[in-house]
């Protein structure tokens, strides 16, 4: 036995030599998918992604003594006539058409990358492939999901390592550890993957013009990818997406699965050695680092790292990634929680070399110009559709929110599409009444609670003076909404409605007829940011037979109510509206439509939102467009077409990312817009204060309904759970979101006695709590500061009904015992320290009351460091 052991440890010291870098190297990393590095986690078995360590050595180690040949000096050397371009050790797009000059005659051989270098795909991350595939018929009835998918292939590439010394795997034995499927299924799967990938994949024109171009100098072009797929199925991918003459000038494709190892390995060597070139007389461009330029560089190849976007860019596409993930929360009732992320923009955003440090780039040209490019797309294909079955198609961009939607769709067709209307829904509403019913109608959809009588009584046309009486009127009653509201049935008063309502309808058709041109037999299609259609719904009701017209709405967003009209579509579907900013960003500079003249033409009223804010609508407008011309540009040229559905949920994604995960940028650049409601006496809204919403979470509990950018202000924790709560509809209460609490000792004293509570303040925010504390006319309370606090912020204590109105501020009014104050900082002298609110006065209250006290511990009295026995006091 002995003899053995000793052999084996003999052995096992002479391999542990020899492979010490390789394992170093291996118990940090795993190879992600198709050629990143990604930090192994303790539980490797749940580690989902697979591919190359293309950077797994990044000191160029790892070329076996099996694999690798002796190589002369010149080969790995640089001749001294060559000039390396060690400055242009990275490229970027727009480098490329002019890369090989640099060089002059001394490239013999192009060698490009494969994925993310010559072929990008349309998803947003190599991942998001296999959630592509989930979805394809096969994979369905089999009941693979995605991280089937990529388990099997971490499993695949775990075992091939163990059995081969090597993770170079293919399909086959992926799909091998799918015990449960028969051979036949296994090669089923295969080509439907396959098929996805030619269905995601395209080719990345600068570079398809590169291999023309050095095919007409007479340099060899070759491709060498680390991937799971043979050249066989490589050059079937690349056959189906390069034009012919760029793929018959491809004369050989090396793939790391086929020579077993990768190009961090010994892929390249045997490169150069097939070649029959110098290595420097080769010049390689890739997108890893690692892989496609340090390990190549030390053999001597010309080798380029291709970075395809800025920093920043970077960022940015990972946070919209985020978003397409979670754009579910969103959707009315989802089909699955894991669906494909798409991104087909991102080739422009390489193209164009951005460098977002302009905040108009990022909101114009990165975020709403996406969404505007697909709208644009949905539009003029449902035109177009229309004009096939017959229809005589009259679009109209409803102004103000349509005019940036009328401008986009221009730039995506090359051509007008339709018409600016000046149409708003305070007209469409207030020339709609023509009867009782339609008054009802109108006064229905108002929720209980809600209504400003104003703003109604302007709806309904009806003179100041006489909104006056009737709001003094229905204000005398228990329930001034519902007295309002029939007040507002009054035959006079109906009678009133009906004349000046029919007045303006005649104005609004002439209109109509005059400067819009439409005419008996039309199909108005309605172009707008759109969300419950009311303009649609109250066009159709008032003009459908009057005019004989079939009237359509084609909108960016939509509410999923079902009780909305069928003739209305839209791109994208949401439960709830969170899109003020993105809606002013589309507007034109002039005032809401408030009338029309005899002649039918629009009466205007006065531009409400400043100078400063239109100057920068105007820059994101201008980046838009800018966006739009350069996708068509891009994608004209490149031959690339996207299906409707990857459009649609990257549009969905590029909103949702701005509206829950907006950038500090932006955060900054909307910090003073506002909205004109264009109703109502006071039309403009703040969307969106900072400082109003941390006041707010530092006084009430979560699930406190902020704005989507104040809340983003606060942190996306406070994103998250508003976004979950709201899509769920979760019943949750304060205690329910923090079990964090601080006590508090209060005593309610009256004449002749007085009771001790020990109450607990929840936690809000910033180390803020809130204690409501039980409150009787009469009576005085005292709390007990100095029994658990030392120092502690007191923001504010007021007396309340509990309702939000009619609260009164009583901290001025509060006696200090052994408290001395420094503005909100309060200093407890002693464990005796407390704070006494005296009676008050409650008759103003109608319901029942308490003191709301809000405050944050500073330094508590269990802080204080312990004494030594016998110490003096």
């Known amino acids: 036995m002995q003899p053995i052991v000793e052999r084996l440890a003999d052995k096992i010291e002479k391999t542990s030599i020899g492979q010490s870098k390789r394992s170093s190297m291996d118990d940090m990393f795993y190879p992600d998918f198709y050629g990143g590095i990604v930090p192994r986690l303790p539980r490797d078995e749940i580690y989902q992604s697979i591919g190359h360590a293309d950077g797994m050595f990044s000191h160029g180690g790892g070329l076996t003594d099996k694999t690798t040949q002796p190589q002369r000096p010149e080969d790995r050397l640089l001749r001294s006539d060559m000039r390396d371009m060690h400055h242009k050790a990275q490229i970027k797009v727009h480098d490329i058409p002019t890369i090989l000059d640099g060089f002059g005659d001394s490239i013999k051989v192009l060698s490009l990358d494969c994925f993310d270098t010559l072929l990008w795909r349309k998803t947003a991350t190599p991942e998001d492939v296999f959630a592509v595939l989930a979805d394809n018929p096969i994979a369905r009835s089999l009941g693979v999901t995605s991280d089937q998918r990529i388990s099997a292939a971490a499993r695949a590439y775990r075992a091939k390592l163990l059995e081969k010394g090597s993770g170079e795997i293919d399909i086959p034995d992926i799909y091998r550890h799918f015990a449960s499927l028969s051979g036949e299924e296994r090669e089923l799967l295969a080509e439907a993957e396959i098929q996805t990938e030619m269905h995601v994949c395209f080719a990345f024109s600068p570079y398809v013009e590169l291999i023309r171009l050095a095919h007409t100098r007479g340099i060899k072009i070759i491709i060498v990818s680390d991937m799971y797929l043979r050249e066989g199925q490589l050059s079937r991918l690349l056959a189906w997406h390069l034009p012919p003459d760029v793929m018959n000038a491809i004369s050989k494709i090396y793939c790391s699965v086929d020579y077993g190892t990768p190009k961090s390995g010994a892929l390249f060597p045997i490169v150069i050695r097939e070649c029959g070139v110098f290595a420097s007389q080769i010049l390689h461009i890739g997108d890893n680092e ?28 990972r946070l919209q990634h985020a978003a397409s993930s979670l754009i579910v929360l969103e959707e009315a009732a989802p089909k699955a929680v894991v669906l494909p992320c798409y991104s087909p923009f991102r080739p422009v955003f390489s193209a164009e070399d951005l460098h977002p440090d302009a905040p108009e780039t990022v909101i114009g040209y990165m975020s709403f110009g996406p969404a505007l490019y697909a709208y644009a797309r949905f539009l003029v294909d449902e035109v177009e559709a229309l004009k096939q079955r017959g229809k005589r198609v009259k679009v109209l961009f409803l102004l103000r929110d349509a005019y940036l939607l009328s401008a986009a769709c221009e730039a995506y067709a090359r051509r007008p599409i339709g018409q600016l209307a000046r149409i708003g829904t305070f007209v469409a509403v207030a020339a709609s009444f023509k009867s009782s019913a339609d008054v ?14 104003q703003s109604t009584a302007k709806q309904l046309l009806l003179p100041p003076e006489l909104t006056e009486l009737l709001i ?5 009653s228990a329930d001034p909404q519902t007295t309002f509201h029939q007040l507002l049935r009054d035959g006079d008063v109906v009678e009133l409605i009906f004349e000046k309502s029919s007045a303006l309808r005649s104005r609004l058709r002439r209109y109509m007829s005059s400067e819009l041109e439409l005419e008996e037999g039309d199909t108005i299609v309605l172009a707008d940011i759109g969300y419950g259609g009311t303009i649609l719904d109250y066009l159709t009701r008032t003009f459908k037979d009057e005019m004989k017209v079939d009237i359509l709405g084609h909108y960016l967003l939509a509410s999923d109510e079902s009780y909305r009209s069928a003739k209305r579509k839209a791109l994208i579907t949401t439960s709830t509206w969170k899109y003020d900013l993105f809606e002013q960003c589309c507007t034109l500079k002039e ?11 629009p009466v205007l009223e006065n531009i409400e939102l400043s100078e400063k804010q239109y100057e920068k609508v105007e820059k994101i407008q201008s980046e838009c467009v800018r966006f739009i011309n350069d996708a068509v540009s891009f994608f004209t040229k490149s031959g690339v077409t996207h299906d ?7 549009a969905h994604a590029a909103l949702f990312r701005h509206v829950y995960m907006p950038i500090e940028a932006e955060l900054e650049y909307f910090r003073d817009f506002q909205h004109d409601n264009g109703v109502g006496l006071d039309r403009k809204e703040t969307i969106y204060d900072q400082e109003s919403a941390l006041k707010a979470v530092r006084r009430l509990p979560s699930p406190y309904r902020l704005g989507t950018y ?3 202000s606060l942190g996306l924790d406070f994103t998250f759970s508003a976004l979950v709560q709201e899509r769920f509809k979760l019943n949750l209460s304060k205690e329910d979101m923090n079990a964090r609490f601080s006590p508090l000792k209060i005593s309610i004293e009256g004449a002749h006695e007085s009771n001790v509570f020990l109450i607990r303040a929840d936690h809000l925010h910033d180390g803020y709590f809130s204690a409501l504390l039980p409150y009787f006319s009469g009576r005085s309370v005292k709390m007990f500061l100095g029994e658990h606090y030392k120092w502690l912020q007191i923001e504010q204590i007021e007396l309340t009904n509990g309702t939000g109105c009619g609260s009164r501020s009583i901290l001025g009014s509060t006696d200090l015992v052994e408290i001395r104050q420094h503005g909100e900082i ?9 704070a006494i609110i005296h009676p008050i006065d409650c008759r103003q209250f109608q319901a029942p009351h308490h003191c709301h006290m809000i405050f944050r511990p500073l330094v508590s009295r269990a802080s204080d460091p312990p004494r030594r026995p016998g110490a003096s006091q």
């Open 472 to 476: 003094r009127i229905a204000h005398q």
């Open 826 to 834: 309060y200093h407890c002298l002693s464990q005796a320290s407390a």
């Open 440 to 453: 009802d109608y109108y006064l229905s959809g108002i929720k209980p609670g809600t209504a400003r009588f």
């Open 290 to 317: 690692v892989s496609d330029a340090q390990v190549p560089r030390k053999l001597g190849v010309r080798a380029l790292h291709f970075v395809a976007f800025d920093r920043r860019v970077s960022d940015f596409l």
């Open 591 to 601: 005032g809401a439509v408030r009338n029309y003249d005899l002649n039918g033409k």
């Open 644 to 650: 409707f559905s990857i459009l649609q949920r990257s």
């Open 710 to 712: 104040e809340t983003r």
